[in-house]
């Protein structure tokens, strides 16, 4: 299975083709696991966060209050992260139909504008800090 049919099938949302492509190479689910997992791996936002601030709030918690609060900050951490990854995911499968077209598009411009407004913000923010 090449990579532009699998991006074909899972953009158009069409299963009639699926059947054919996933019985012509054995593994695909594995190959996608594996590519998930190495893209985790070198993503360098949790081991910045677990280097500057997590480890610091695990051990300032210890200190305080003892193993509890770091066992149920984890929890609730990990719990949330994976939580909110689940629905992002379940929002964009449900949503998927009528993200097409003009909303779709609409939504797009409405995005673009949001970020360059808290760019402009942000930038404003630190100019001020400075000058």
Known sequence: M??????????????????KL?????GVHRNVLLTA?????F???PYLFWATVG???????FASYGIGVPI?????????????????VFLLNWGRNWLR?????????????LLAMLGIWLFWEG???FY
């Open 2 to 19: 090449r990579f532009h049919q699998l991006f074909h099938v899972s953009i158009t949302g069409s299963r009639k083709g699926l059947g």
């Open 22 to 26: 996933a019985n012509k190479t054995l």
């Open 37 to 41: 997992i190495t893209t985790n791996v």
């Open 43 to 45: 993503n360098p936002h």
């Open 55 to 61: 480890t610091t709030l695990l051990l300032q918690g």
């Open 72 to 88: 149920s900050f984890l929890a609730a951490f990990y719990v949330l992260l994976v939580g909110m990854k689940m629905l992002i």
């Open 101 to 113: 077209g003009k909303v779709y598009h609409a939504l797009l411009i409405a995005s673009g504008v």
């Open 127 to 129: 100019w001020q800090v």
